[in-house]
């Protein structure tokens, strides 16, 4: 089905280091929202992001919403071990019709932080 | 609150049986979507209930189905397994507004 391109794929940085991840669309989504997979478990919502342009933070982590509606990003900044996992992003096109409760998700960024 | 819970966390089935997962959204949410996440496939949408009704489905075949009782307590259920049902299957809780989604713990499927 359809993905949403995530990129990179995987990120092994130092701790204390900021990092970035983005996910690009074709399609328009009217809500962005980023998760992290620890392994064994169901994603964790850590930032919701409703409109174009929007900027929001959770603590370290900052996201934005693509002025285009079609792409987001999400930064962490000054990276601690418990960081580590599987970022995913996700969008929600406009509620209705074949978009009921569908959430079209990226591939992943796997996240390693060394000490 | 108590968040989305899912039984049982870990199944080991083999080829042809079928199985039950069940799903207890977070209090007051009536959305519950289910999805199938693989290594080779991602995180894959196969339905979404609201209110007793199935709304949405995605691409699976048919050996997948689902169904919501009168509490939003949602089940999915799978005939005649095959190996590559092997996954976790996630249930999804959706807000009142229908724009952020919340996840179980996961079922673990492994199919022998």
């Known amino acids: 089905g359809q993905q949403l391109n995530q990129s990179p794929q995987s990120m092994f940085i130092q701790e204390g280091e900021d990092v970035s991840m983005n996910c690009t669309s074709s399609?328009?989504?009217?809500?962005w929202l980023w998760y992290k997979q620890d392994p064994g478990e169901g994603p964790v919502l850590l930032i919701a992001?409703?409109?174009?342009?929007e900027l929001t933070s959770n603590g370290r982590l900052t996201a934005q919403f693509g002025i285009t509606r079609k792409d987001s990003f999400l930064n962490i900044s000054a990276s601690i071990p418990s960081d580590v996992g599987i970022y995913f992003c996700?969008?929600?096109?406009?509620?209705?019709?074949?978009?009921?409760?569908?959430?079209?998700f990226g591939q992943g960024t796997i996240l390693t932080v060394h000490p | 609150k108590a968040g989305v819970t899912q039984t049982p966390r870990y199944l080991i089935k083999t080829r042809g049986q079928q199985v039950t997962l069940s799903c207890s959204p977070i209090s007051g949410h009536r959305s519950v979507s289910w999805y199938q996440q693989t290594p080779g496939q991602g995180l894959q949408f196969l339905f979404e209930?609201?209110?007793?009704?199935?709304?949405n489905k995605g691409n699976f075949p048919g050996r997948f189905s689902g169904r919501q009782f009168s509490n939003s307590r949602s089940e999915m259920n799978v005939s005649t397994l095959e190996l590559g049902d092997s996954a976790l299957y996630l249930c999804?809780?959706?807000?009142?507004?229908?724009?952020?989604?919340?996840f179980g713990p996961g079922t673990r499927l492994t199919v022998l």
């Open positions: 996700a969008g929600l096109p406009n509620a209705g019709g074949t978009s009921y409760g569908k959430l079209t």
């Open positions: 999804a809780s959706m807000n009142f507004l229908g724009n952020e989604q919340f």
């Open positions: 992001l409703y409109k174009a342009g």
């Open positions: 399609s328009i989504f009217n809500t």
């Open positions: 209930y609201f209110s007793e009704t199935q709304r």
